[in-house]
């Protein structure tokens, strides 16, 4: 089985976050990258996938050149190789031209198993499986918490606002996973030694025959038009439980009367 | 004024609270245009949306979009919106509802904004990003608008309109059809509110300790007629069931009191529950980062803060 994994850089989540003051996107540069931590799940639900019915697991990244260090870190963890999408044409994509992006490097690469977090700690726009689906006609399987193939059909359970839904289709398949579905694997010293020695192709966007006016900041479906920093919380009041500290919630509830 | 399309969310036949938001917002913009997708529709289903402001009623009432997952509904949106050119369309900001915005876009080759905590003249939407560390004003630039909004943005307001009902014939495309449910599975919790619709929302985390013991936490819900949230220690622990996970990878909650009992307030948890308008924390560590946003704050054991302020609810009723 041929899996391609979406993994995605973001600024670490620990650290402040800023948007750029002249193009107003995020600014990748302020921030330490990481790989996005969904992503992780899906890394490692590729490799048990892999594991069980045997096939290649590939890395799919689209952003700047310091991305590579996050494509070094699934590399790390098992995958055998990996393509970056690279181009400063790429720049300011919104989740339109990303999805548009990226499906057309997966034409290229080709695959029968598209796996992605469900959402990005940057972003957060929680589209981009249910996008690449749409772009691809292939079938979505998003928000899986388990997932198994069987020959070429795939069955996910997908968690929902009440529970879940067992869901079936066809492979290829576009799969995203929340983080109940496995735990993540850390990187053994073997694999990070292993991952420096496998290969990584960088394509721009005329590799992957992505057409220039669909793609980055100027052709973008959307934009920011201005940002600002929320005004910070009200300092609160915290007390130490002295034995009235429930009634003293009580006081402090009745005061903003909700009760 | 044109028509603003709202994709109605509903269970079992009953519209779900945050489309009546949805609906109230189009009104302050346009003329809403309620969408209902899938089987289930009612009269009494009907006579909500009427009585929130839904001028028309577009009813694609079909079994078969309700049996695959997002496409069908997406493919609805997309026929109205080539039919009808409204000025904008709502879906709320739900897992499956952001993915049906997402496929709608490319569907129309229109731009879209995701969750959405207010949206203004223009269609120029208000966003809260990076765990609610920097407000955007964003807006789309192409096609048709379409834009997710977080429920409990805005308080429903009644406002009756005609409610004039318009049947929808979709025949649906195979690839809409790619995605089948087989089963779904109902994993309930009592008759609570509805954990994104809830006014007031008490969670309890790992301080919880068990699952019977988050029998204290749905006390003090229960007193306050709040829902119950759980953080991920809990959830994964098995204490309750997922769908109550609070966080960045469960349910985001805007209500108006959030109650955390037990959790120390990770960055993924903060996430879900940022927004909220005050912030309650009770844990036995004073240097739980939750603290850091709470307006009230109780550094103690909440085996014995919980019950007694649950308590003192029960005697001022
Ligand atoms: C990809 C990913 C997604 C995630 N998504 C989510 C998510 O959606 N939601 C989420 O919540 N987390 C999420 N997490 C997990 C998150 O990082 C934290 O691990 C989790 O929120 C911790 O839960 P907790 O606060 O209940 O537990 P802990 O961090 O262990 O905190 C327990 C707290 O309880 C206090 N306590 C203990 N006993 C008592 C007592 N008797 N009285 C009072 N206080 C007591 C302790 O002092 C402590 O502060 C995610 C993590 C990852 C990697
Ligand atoms: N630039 C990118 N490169 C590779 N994968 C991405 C990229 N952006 C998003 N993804 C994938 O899409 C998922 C959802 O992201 P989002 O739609 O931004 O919330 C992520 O968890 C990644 O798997």
Redesign the pocket.
């Given at each position: 089985m041929n899996i391609v994994v979406c993994v995605k850089q973001v600024p670490d989540t620990a650290t402040e976050r800023k948007l750029r003051s002249d193009d107003k996107t995020l600014d990748r540069d302020a921030a330490d990258g990481v790989v996005n931590?969904?992503d992780?799940?899906a890394v490692e639900e590729a490799l048990r996938l892999k594991e069980a019915h045997g096939g290649e697991v590939t890395v799919l990244s689209m952003g700047p050149a310091k991305a590579t260090e996050t494509i070094r870190k699934a590399l790390a963890m098992g995958a055998d190789k990996a393509v970056h999408l690279h181009d400063d044409a790429l720049h300011g994509s919104d989740a339109l031209g990303t999805s548009y992006a990226i499906s057309q490097a997966l034409k290229k690469i080709g695959f029968d198993l598209v796996i992605l977090?469900s959402e990005s700690?940057d972003a957060r726009t929680g589209m981009l499986a249910a996008m690449l689906a749409e772009r691809l006609g292939a079938p979505q399987l998003t928000l899986a918490r388990k997932v198994e193939v069987e020959g070429t059909s795939i069955r996910v359970e997908r968690i929902t606002d009440y529970g879940y839904d067992k869901v079936e289709a066809s492979l290829p398949a576009v799969v995203s996973v929340?983080?109940k579905i496995n735990e993540p694997r850390y990187p053994s010293f073997k694999g990070i030694m292993a991952a420096k020695k496998k290969p990584v192709e960088t394509l721009g966007v005329a590799d992957a025959e992505i057409a220039g006016d669909q793609v980055g900041l100027a052709n973008s479906w959307s934009e920011v038009v201005d940002f600002a920093a929320a005004p910070p919380r009200a300092a609160g009041t915290v007390i130490k439980d002295e034995g009235d500290g429930g009634a003293k919630a009580a006081e402090f509830l009745a005061s903003k009367k909700f009760i | 004024m044109s028509e603003i399309l709202v994709l109605v969310e509903h269970v079992d036949g009953d519209v779900k609270k945050v489309t009546l938001e949805l609906l109230t917002l189009a009104r302050s913009l346009g003329t809403p245009a309620a969408v209902w997708a899938g089987p289930g529709y009612s009269d009494a289903g009907k006579a909500r949306l009427a009585e929130y402001g839904a001028e028309k009623i577009y009813v694609a009432n079909a079994d078969e979009i309700g049996d695959y997952v997002a496409a069908p509904k997406a493919e609805v949106l997309a026929h109205l919106v080539t039919e009808r050119s409204p000025a904008a369309v709502f879906v709320a900001a739900t897992g499956e509802g952001k993915e049906i915005a997402g496929r709608l876009a490319i569907k129309t080759d229109s731009g879209v904004i995701s969750d959405a905590v207010g949206v203004g003249e223009g269609f120029v939407a208000e966003q809260s990003i990076f765990g609610g560390g920097v407000n955007v004003h964003s807006r789309v630039t192409k096609g048709t608008p379409i834009i997710t909004v977080r429920p409990n943005s805005t308080a429903p307001v009644a406002a009756p309109a005609a409610g004039a009902e318009e049947k929808v014939e979709v025949a649906l495309s195979d690839a809409a059809r790619a995605a089948r449910i087989v089963e779904r599975v109902v994993q309930e919790k009592g008759a609570r509110p509805e954990l994104t619709e809830a006014a007031i929302v008490v969670?309890?985390?790992?301080?919880?300790?068990s699952g019977e013991n988050f029998a204290i936490i749905e006390k003090l819900a229960d007193a306050l007629g709040a829902a119950v949230g759980?953080?991920?220690?809990?959830?994964?622990a098995g204490w309750y069931p997922h769908q109550f996970?609070?966080?960045?990878?469960?349910?985001t909650v805007s209500p108006q009191l959030y109650i955390?009992?037990?959790?120390?307030?990770?960055?993924?948890?903060r996430?879900?529950m940022q927004t909220s308008k005050t912030i309650v924390v009770?844990?036995?560590?004073a240097?739980?980062?939750?603290f850091e946003i709470a307006d009230f704050g109780v550094v103690?054991?909440?085996?014995?803060?919980?019950p007694q302020l649950t308590e003192e609810i029960e005697k001022r009723k």
């Open positions: 931590e969904l992780e799940y977090g700690t929340v983080e | 969670s309890g985390g790992r301080g919880v300790g759980a953080s991920r220690a809990a959830t994964d996970q609070v966080g960045q990878t469960g349910k955390a009992a037990g959790i120390s307030g990770a960055i993924q948890h996430a879900g009770i844990n036995k560590d240097e739980a980062p939750l103690g054991d909440l085996f014995q803060v919980v």
